[in-house]
């Protein structure tokens, strides 16, 4: 497997902002997934995108993925006080791949 | 919505004690994992558990770590002799066939 790294480490933004974070990944991937934590609780999926796509949304969530430059975003619209949390990239290399994270973007939405 | 369950949610031991972690994943999910975080620190592969056995583990589960599915919902993590080192939050998953990851909401283990 491979780890995903995560940029920035840490992101402040005022409600309301679009939130944009970053991932890149070394290898090819069967799918990328972006996953998100609330200071101490158990990771949330958001959103899986597969290497065959290139754009997906859910909710107030864009991803696009870039498999020639290996890398992700994930895009948050009108971000609100409650989007403040870590956010993660995973990158299995295929269906069967363990699922491991990098150290994360800190989100900070400020009221 | 069904989830993940983990039980305890705190659980606290003298060095050198066995610790038996408690996961309930979702019915209908075939692979099992277990993570740990340190506090401040990022999420840590341990295990992937398929068909019954170890699919993958990382450099972290040594000797000490052992993972178990005794029963059709139950799934443990036991950690034998416990280290300071070893105080951590620990996170069960299930994956369903989408290839999305579920987590638990951790047992909190403090090593004294």
């Known amino acids: 497997s491979q780890q995903g790294e995560e940029d920035p480490q840490a992101l402040s933004i005022q409600e309301g902002e679009n939130a944009t974070m970053n991932c890149s990944y070394k290898?090819?991937?069967?799918?990328l997934q972006w996953y998100r934590q609330n200071s101490g609780r158990g990771l949330v999926h958001l959103i899986l995108?597969?290497?065959?796509?290139r754009e997906k949304h859910s909710g107030r969530l864009r991803v696009t993925l870039d498999t020639s430059k290996k890398s992700s975003s994930l895009l948050i619209t009108a971000s609100r006080a409650a989007d403040t949390a870590s956010y993660f990239c995973a990158t299995p290399k295929t269906s069967y791949d363990k699922v491991i994270f990098g150290p994360g973007t800190s989100l900070s939405v400020i009221p | 919505e069904p989830e993940v369950t983990q039980t305890p949610s705190h659980q606290v031991t003298q060095m050198g004690q066995e610790v038996i972690l408690r996961c309930v994943p979702i019915?209908?999910?075939?692979?099992f994992y277990w993570y740990r975080q340190i506090l401040g620190q990022k999420v840590e592969f341990l295990v992937s558990?398929?068909?019954?056995?170890?699919?993958?583990k990382s450099e972290i589960f040594d000797d000490q770590f052992s993972v178990e599915r005794p029963d059709g919902s139950n799934f443990t993590l036991k950690i034998r002799s416990t280290k300071l080192e070893d105080s951590a939050m620990y996170f069960c998953?299930?994956?369903?066939?989408?290839?999305?990851?579920?987590f638990g909401s951790g047992t909190q283990l403090s090593v004294l």
């Open positions: 019915s209908n999910h075939l692979y």
């Open positions: 998953a299930s994956r369903d066939r989408a290839e999305k990851l579920f």
């Open positions: 995108i597969r290497s065959n796509e």
């Open positions: 290898t090819s991937i069967n799918n």
């Open positions: 558990f398929y068909n019954n056995e170890i699919s993958e």
